[in-house]
């Protein structure tokens, strides 16, 4: 069974700094990409980066401009996904969501860990 657990939301005020942890089982030496989305409420869930396995990386225009040294990274011996962050902002504030794609094209999804950016 696939699990994805992701970690590493919270509270933070304008301007700081949080990084993002996804972990997942059960899908050893099939991933392909793996990433974080978003979604505000009232909105629909929104691509914020991916990295494909051999480290290519993509970010949303949305993001690219503001967070400029934050980068997602992955671990293929862990199976692991990380989203810095940086120069956070209020309009950044969402539910993250780790996602998956593996070899086969399915998708996968954690439950989302909360990101609440104060002014």
């Known amino acids: 069974q696939v699990q994805l657990v992701e970690s590493g939301g919270g509270l933070v005020q304008a301007g700081g700094s949080l990084r993002l942890s996804c972990a997942a089982s059960g899908i050893a030496f099939r991933i392909n990409v793996m990433g974080w989305y978003r979604q505000a409420p009232g909105k629909q869930r929104e691509l914020v980066a991916t990295?494909?396995?051999?480290?290519?990386?993509?970010?949303?225009d949305s993001v690219q401009g503001r967070f400029t040294i934050s980068t997602i990274s992955r671990d293929n011996a862990k199976n692991t996904v990380n989203l810095q962050m940086n120069n956070l902002e209020p309009e950044d504030t969402a539910g993250y969501y780790c996602?998956?794609?593996?070899?086969?094209?399915?998708?996968?999804w954690g439950q989302g860990t909360q990101v609440t950016v104060s002014s």
């Open positions: 990295i494909t396995c051999v480290g290519k990386r993509n970010y949303a």
């Open positions: 996602n998956v794609n593996d070899i086969f094209g399915d998708d996968y």
